[in-house]
């Protein structure tokens, strides 16, 4: 049973760059043909995927936040990052990890750690 | 704008039946790209409840099911019971847009 864990700090101040990272457990991330995803929601609404990376480093963005968003693999650490830059209030979300495989829907998520843009 | 369009709510009395449609295109739900269907209940993470318009993951009852037809879908529930009460969203694949687009969410209501 795949666990996913996010982690990072909760604030932000503007302008500044929003890193976290996600931890999975129970399966390596090279193994089952998964994709890592970074997903958001903004307070009281609905879900926003930001973007996915394979293991192998081949990364897919959302056009309105690509010029902003690395993500990254660590299959050392069975990790993968998001790094999204030149952040404002409008940034202010839950942001979850999840994975999926072609077709078939994300079917692990983390618990979502929530990240507030504030100075 | 979501490239999804979903009812922001519906709601039903406990064992009745409810739908919730999902409303695309032919980039997305026309191109016969699959969909899939997420329950969020307050306070926690997305749970995968429909994958691959029709098919349900280990551990989701039979009350829940989906299914889809030309440019929509639509999320069953059948049986409502009170906990069911949470938010839904489908997803899928746009080639306009990108590999994942989700719906608004539909807010379920059990009176």
């Known amino acids: 049973q795949v666990q996913l864990q996010e982690s990072g700090p909760g604030l932000v101040k503007p302008s500044q760059t929003l890193s976290l990272t996600c931890t999975v457990s129970?399966?390596?991330?090279?193994?089952?043909?998964?994709?890592w995803s970074w997903i958001r929601q903004h307070p009281g609404k609905g879900l926003e995927w930001i973007g996915y990376?394979?293991?192998?480093?081949?990364?897919y963005y959302h056009p309105s936040l690509k010029s902003r968003v690395a993500i990254s693999v660590d299959t050392s650490k069975n990790e993968f990052s998001l790094k999204l830059t030149s952040v404002t209030a409008a940034d202010t979300a839950v942001y979850f990890c999840?994975?999926?495989?072609?077709?078939?829907?994300?079917?692990?998520w983390g618990r979502g750690t929530l990240v507030m843009v504030s100075s | 704008q979501s490239v999804l369009t979903q009812p922001p709510s519906v709601s039903g009395a406990p064992g009745q039946r409810v739908t919730i449609s999902c409303t695309g295109s032919?980039?997305?739900?026309?191109?016969?790209?699959?969909v899939h269907w997420y329950q969020e209940l307050p306070g926690t993470a997305p749970k995968l409840l429909i994958y691959?318009?029709?098919h349900r993951p280990s551990g989701v009852p039979d009350r829940f099911s989906g299914s889809r037809s030309g440019t929509s879908a639509s999320l069953a529930i059948s049986g409502l019971q009170a906990e069911d009460e949470a938010d839904y969203y489908c997803?899928?694949?746009?080639?306009?847009?990108?590999?994942?687009?989700f719906g608004g969410g539909t807010k379920l209501t059990v009176l």
């Open positions: 999840a994975s999926h495989r072609v077709d078939a829907g994300f079917d692990y």
């Open positions: 129970g399966d390596p991330l090279t193994s089952g043909g998964y994709f």
């Open positions: 990376s394979y293991y192998s480093g081949t990364s």
């Open positions: 032919s980039s997305n739900i026309g191109a016969t790209y699959d």
């Open positions: 691959a318009n029709n």
């Open positions: 997803q899928s694949y746009d080639s306009l847009s990108g590999p994942v687009v």
